[in-house]
């Protein structure tokens, strides 16, 4: 079996996988603490990570029904992230490891994300992977496990930051996206006419700075908003970030139908993947371009140690080598791996 740690930044997870893939455990904590703060404190996120896998350890194993002697493998988070939280991770995973004389393994997160879909569906190499994270906001060839290409990048904020800071000028607690998805229901999304930046450019890198800002100069205009405007606001951002995605979506799927003769499946990702309506969104560009699109269970879709767990499992399998000596990484791009 493969005992993993997730503490790359807010969320402390641990699980148990068996070499067959199927998850035995999983518990993902949500450290309450930020939300005070409107947005992660990273002294406080790595304090939160020692207190929390003090509890979780020991629960994680008892929902298992095993012991310390059935697990083959310890792995952990060890970047990209923030620094304590990782170093939090990483310390605890391999002292185990060491304590039971067993290997460790050093995970890249945005492995973990890519690799998730995985789990649940069976999707082949290669794939267009969009990676939309709290993070990163980036797009991949994946080509096989360790090798990606990088199509484009996020030049200044990640998806999933724009939404925590427009859902905090909206009033809205951290983490906002989940707010801002609900309030745009009932909001008009042409309401305001927010910028889409990059939307003309024919690269594939993508930047959210200039919508936030340009949200800002608008809701400064008012005293104080009602609730009809939050909704309007909301949706009408929320269209602002579909129509970007959407748009570097459709020009990564040309692109792969032009280099990669007989791909047809492409992979949403990370946290943002939960809300409804970009994945409705790609789901009918997918179909217009006749490509399958695939995303993580709900539940797998944040960060997550089951992920860094199957990350684990397919390294293994593939020949991989422990590295009980590997320094845990705040950058770490996919492109660096092998």
Not at 243 to 272: C, M, Q, R, T, W
Request: hydrophobic share 40%; net charge positive; charged share 20%.
């Amino acid at each position: 079996m493969i005992f993993a740690i997730e503490t790359s930044c807010d969320e402390t997870s641990t699980a148990i996988i068996d070499l067959e893939g199927n998850i035995l455990s999983h518990i993902v904590a949500n450290q309450q603490e930020h939300e005070k703060f409107g947005g992660v404190v990273p002294e406080i996120a790595s304090r939160a990570h020692i207190q929390i896998l003090q509890r979780i350890i020991p629960e994680t194993f008892k929902k298992a029904g095993v012991s310390n002697s059935s697990i083959k493998i310890y792995c952990s988070t060890c970047g990209p992230g923030l620094i304590g939280g990782l170093l939090v991770g990483t310390i605890v995973a391999k002292s185990m490891a060491i304590a039971n004389n067993k290997p460790f393994y050093p995970i890249n997160h945005l492995e973990g994300h890519a690799l998730s879909v995985q789990i649940n569906n069976n999707v082949k190499f290669p794939f267009i992977l969009l990676l939309i994270t709290g993070g990163h906001t980036q797009m991949y060839i994946v080509k096989e496990i360790g090798s990606y290409n990088l199509l484009g990048t996020t030049i200044d904020d990640s998806v999933g930051e724009c939404f925590d800071k427009v859902a905090k000028m909206l009033g809205m607690p951290y983490p906002g996206g989940k707010h801002i998805e609900l309030k745009a229901l009932n909001g008009i999304k042409n309401k305001y006419n927010f910028p889409r930046p990059l939307i003309k450019n024919k690269n594939l890198d993508f930047s959210f700075s200039g919508l936030k800002t340009a949200m800002k100069i608008e809701i400064n205009k008012h005293n104080s908003l009602n609730q009809k405007q939050i909704e309007n606001f909301s949706a009408s951002f929320q269209q602002s970030i579909i129509d970007i995605l959407e748009k570097k979506s459709e020009l990564a799927i040309e692109y792969a139908k032009n280099k990669i003769p007989g791909i047809n499946s492409f992979v949403v990702a990370g946290g943002v993947a939960a809300n409804k309506s970009i994945k409705d969104s790609l789901t009918l560009l997918c179909k217009k371009h006749k490509f399958k699109i695939y995303y993580p269970p709900l539940s797998l879709c944040g960060d997550n140690a089951a992920m860094i767990a199957w990350a684990c499992l397919k390294r293994y399998k593939l020949g991989y080598k422990e590295d009980i000596h590997f320094k845990p990484r705040p950058r770490w791009s996919l492109n660096e791996l092998k």
